[in-house]
């Protein structure tokens, strides 16, 4: 801050003042000030609005207000600009009240001499910035804090409600195997059936939301998604908007979940839509960034690196500050009954974070609304993308290793692929899964580990699993649990994870995708 030049405006009054404040400031050789000058407080906030100033030096007794609420009237209108308030009464109580209100510095005039006051002035700029940063953070983990907070909520219902829609889904289809076709109660089960359906899917949509739902991450090109949602999307868009694509050639890949990226270009893309339903642009663009250890510090989980962002520009509605603010939240619309359900951004949010990524929004009403997309561009490491080579395994798919220490499922686990023709070998906790594993090293083909056992939880045998075989398969299984950071952390790394409860049918694909068996 040493060599920057500090814009100061004075709101003083008495001319010898301000000759004797600009006196000081002008031999200051510390900092470099360029000084303004104005008598009233009307005129100095009009300056203020007009231009760039770093702190305000602030008289109290002025021909448009006195005491206090000079400062407090000033305070109020530009509450992001330090002041220090200079009095020409030696009053300390005053002095303790603005500080606490919010001045920055107190200075009595007859103390005054320049090192002082240009000391109270870079000090000011100072503090105050530091105090802003800390506001700013603050208000970040707040928000952060709430969309954690109603997203566990939200994944908690939908996990349940999924339960309750599966009992209602199978028996309204055996209700309507027993019904003739053509008769009345046949077509109500039907409405029935589509309304479920669409029950199931709004609340897969809130499963994304929280990290439920584990995502199939690979390296894939963004400009390729967007090309693709563009044509997908060209003919619902509507000719009243140009809808285009400017795409930067260098962005590297991603490591993402393709339909998530699909499904969340889409939300954003129909929300733009239907800000402009009179027509306008509609614009996506991509481009390489750097992220910086500066910037990524504003963001708690943001890391510093190589970046593709997305930007989502539409010339439509724009939204008020009070909307920007919320529109991330489940359920949060300003759309009409039956026209939106709120969940759009709610999705997109949570897949941008299931990516480790950052959305943010930039919006002024009527001027239209950009939603940015950052993803981190992915060196791919080898061992993460899917493992389709190798283990050209035949009819006899190998020994399953079953790690799991709740008897009752481990049984079913092991029943389910001898079923299936698997030759399966058990564990009951980790350090057993590793002796068990080197009595087989040799014939063990895959392995299923729970995430959560006693002894050794399923990453870190996994881990010793893999110093003995580098190559093995390995599939985690995981309990549902809505604080657990596992499935997410594992599913991250490229993980197969299969979802306990879970039926036969995806256990068996589970395993066969994994071993390249049909
Ligand atoms: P929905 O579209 O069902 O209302 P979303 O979560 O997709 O739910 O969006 C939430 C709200 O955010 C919308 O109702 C709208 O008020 C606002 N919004 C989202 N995108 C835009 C946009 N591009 N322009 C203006 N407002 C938008
Ligand atoms: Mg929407």
Redesign the pocket.
Known sequence: MENDQLHVIVIEDNPGDVDLVRQMLDASVTTAFEVQCVDRLSDGLARIERQAVDCVLLDLTLPDSTGLDTFTKLHQAVPMIPTVILSGIDDEATAVRAVAVGAQDFLFKHELNGPLLSRAIRYAVGRHAVEQTLREKEEQLRQSQKMEAVGSLAAGIAHEFNNLMQAIQGHTTFAMDGVPKDEQPYRDLQVVLSATKRAANLTRQLLHFNRKETCRKEPLNPNDAVREIIELLSPVIGEEIRFEADLDDSVGAVFADGTMLHQALM?LCL??R??MPSGGRLTVRTEATMISEQQAEAHPEFEPGRYVCILIT?T????PPE?TQR?FEPF????EVGQ???????MVYGVVQQHDGLIDVI?EPGSG?T?RIYLPVHGVPSDVCRQATGQEAGSKAGLVLVAEDDEMVRKILVRILQTAGFLTVEAADGEEAIGVFQQHAKDIAIVLLDVVMPKRDGRSAYDRIREMNPGIKAIFCTGYDPRSNEAHDLAKEGFALIQKPCTPEVLLATVRKQLGTP
Not at 332 to 335: D, E, G, L
């Open positions: 939300n929300n733009a239907d800000a539409d439509g509605c724009g939204m909307v529109i949060f619309t300003t759309k939106g359900t709120g969940l759009g951004l709610a919006s609304t939603l």
